[in-house]
């Protein structure tokens, strides 16, 4: 392997231009983790903040954007045995994915589905991390449950979709347009909201509320959210696209017995990330193997467009997943 890399930097805080192509060392793998030579980077709303300046890596990972990859492992740390040189992976990386190569925890690589392409592969981690962690294991999910997620048509939405949809819940979405909210109801949904001309609060009372609620809007959605609830129902919270700071009523969620809680995933630490990946391997590899789920995809950039890359998703005219062809 050559000392040097190609990737794409955040050169300052600020706008889509600011994502640059560089060289940079080559990373190594260091105790438990693996190099991998990345075909494929996912592009995802935290690599947006970050970028903006908002959600700093955490202590030790990489400066570089990108959070989840396919590729192939070129190097193996000490105390790895569970991957082999060549293997064909996918990885949640805590940064460094927009890169030629990068370092990620053994315990974080999973295998390439059967019939999956790298492309689609490395959608896979961050989205399927995510959801699995706060719908499933936070959010308790169950068979027969009514189960809403807003932005239904995003990475995280179509996930969420076909994940509740395959282990028998009854599934709602919110979404931005007419063929946004075709596709929901195409992944699963038995009801797509367009929340631009819909309420979505009225429809899921009139259904008897939301059993569980995954949302990423934050903002006047909060209290809206609530009143959407069942008795008992569960509010889980993953992003605040339209700001954490809101006024709530908490004697609706004393008097209903709601819970609200939420969760973000990079800043965990290994071992939960390790344990979250265990879960993925036993309850949805399968289903992935089986082809009954698999990624949503939108669009693919080269690495030397990032910028273009997200300004098509802060333009929200995306369904599903958009990548980077690292290796193309």
Request: charged letters at 20%; a negative charge.
């Amino acid at each position: 392997m050559t000392q040097t890399m190609r990737a794409v930097e955040i050169t300052e805080p600020g706008g889509p231009e600011v994502l640059q192509l560089t060289t940079r060392p080559m990373p190594e793998a260091t105790q438990g983790q693996v190099v991998i030579k990345v075909a494929y980077a996912g592009v995802n709303r935290p690599d947006a903040l970050q970028r903006a300046g908002s959600y700093n890596p955490p202590p030790g990972a990489s400066d570089l954007p990108g959070l989840e990859v396919s590729g192939e492992v070129v190097a193996i740390g000490a105390g790895v045995d569970s991957l082999s040189l060549g293997d064909s992976v996918c990885a949640l990386v805590p940064g460094g994915g927009y890169a030629e190569y990068v370092a990620a925890p053994a315990a974080h690589c999973l295998p390439i589905p059967s019939g999956m392409n790298m492309k689609e592969a490395a959608c896979l981690p961050e989205t399927l991390f995510t959801v699995w962690s706060n719908v499933f294991s936070r959010g308790g999910l169950k068979a027969g449950e009514r189960f809403l997620v807003h932005g239904g048509s995003s990475g995280i939405g179509t996930t969420a979709i076909q994940l509740a949809n395959a282990f028998g819940a009854r599934v709602f979405a919110t979404a931005g347009s007419d063929e946004k909210c075709a596709a929901c109801v195409k992944l699963g949904a038995e009801k797509a909201i367009n929340y631009r001309d819909e309420d979505f609060v009225a429809l899921m009372r009139a259904e008897g509320g939301a059993n569980l609620i995954l949302d990423m809007v934050g903002g006047d959605y909060i209290p809206r959210n609530i009143k959407a609830l069942a008795d008992d129902g569960r509010l889980v919270q993953i992003a605040f696209l339209q700001g954490p700071v809101v006024k709530v009523n908490f004697a609706h969620v004393m008097m209903r017995r709601l819970t609200i809680t939420g969760s973000t995933l990079r800043p965990q630490s290994d071992l939960a990330k390790a344990r979250i990946a265990q879960d993925l391997r036993e309850a949805v590899w399968p289903l992935l193997d089986a082809g009954r789920i698999a990624p949503v995809m939108d669009s693919e950039f080269a690495l030397a467009d990032a910028a273009a890359a997200h300004a098509h998703m802060e333009s929200s005219k995306h369904i599903g997943k958009i990548v980077l062809n690292v290796a193309g």
